[in-house]
């Protein structure tokens, strides 16, 4: 059973950067047929995709959040990971590490199917001095 | 891009069918079959129930179908329980990228 487990510090200093780790396990994070992404849920409020990674390091990310968003992947730890710089109250949320399958492939690369079947349980970040 | 466009909130009495739609555009949801709804239940992380436009994973109801027209996407609840009640997001395929997707602001259903 595939498991996505989310970890990082819980309050971020406002202009620092947040950091989060999403760990998989029951599932290789190296395998050709998944995306890997972050969700982020500010309280009270809707869901938000920050960006996903593939296996490869082929990072795509939201326009809105693109010059503060970094998302790599250690394939040796089984993990991805999400840097968010520069942040603000408005940055406080529950963030969640996802799957995404792939479907077709051509060339080595497999495209997404733009759904998420696996979620973590998110973790809460509070941006606050 | 902008979020997709739900209504708050819906309401309905166990053993009704409910209809949640999702609005966005040409450059979204009208462009691609690639809508996907979550249900998510308070504190709990949302779990996927339609993909695909009307495409349903394992172990979903079937009293949860999906459809699509124009740029308008659509789920519906058949056979309402109290164990529905819960917020919806929709999702689609935002197009520009290679993975780029815009969520719906959700829509809160009560099971009355």
């Known amino acids: 059973q595939l498991q996505l487990q989310e970890s990082g510090p819980g309050l971020v200093k406002p202009s620092e950067t947040l950091s989060l780790t999403c760990t998989v396990s029951g599932g290789s994070i190296s395998s050709s047929s998944y995306y890997w992404g972050w969700i982020r849920q500010p309280p009270g409020k809707g869901l938000e995709w920050i960006g996903s990674i593939y296996y490869s390091g082929s990072t795509y990310y939201n326009p809105s959040l693109k010059s503060r968003v970094t998302i790599s992947v250690d394939t040796s730890k089984n993990q991805f990971s999400l840097k968010l710089s520069s942040v603000t109250a408005a940055d406080t949320a529950v963030y969640y590490c996802?799957?995404?399958?792939?479907?077709?492939?051509?060339?080595?690369?497999?495209?997404?199917?733009?759904?998420?079947?696996?979620w973590g349980q998110g973790t809460l970040v509070t941006v606050s001095s | 891009q902008s979020a997709l466009t739900q209504p708050a909130s819906v309401s309905g009495s166990p053993g009704q069918s409910i209809t949640i739609s999702c609005t966005g555009t040409?450059?979204?949801?009208?462009?691609?079959?690639?809508v996907s709804w979550y249900q998510q239940h308070p504190g709990k992380a949302p779990k996927l129930m339609i993909y695909?436009?009307?495409k349903r994973p394992s172990g979903v109801s079937n009293r949860f179908s999906g459809s699509k027209s124009g740029n308008t996407a659509s789920l519906t609840i058949s056979g309402l329980q109290a164990e529905d009640e819960a917020d919806y997001y929709c999702c689609s395929y935002a197009g520009s990228s290679t993975f780029n997707v815009v969520f719906g602001g959700g829509t809160k259903l009560t099971v009355l």
């Open positions: 040409s450059s979204d949801v009208g462009s691609y079959n690639l």
């Open positions: 996802a799957r995404s399958e792939s479907g077709y492939c051509t060339g080595g690369v497999c495209y997404p199917l733009y759904y998420f079947d696996y």
């Open positions: 695909e436009v009307s």
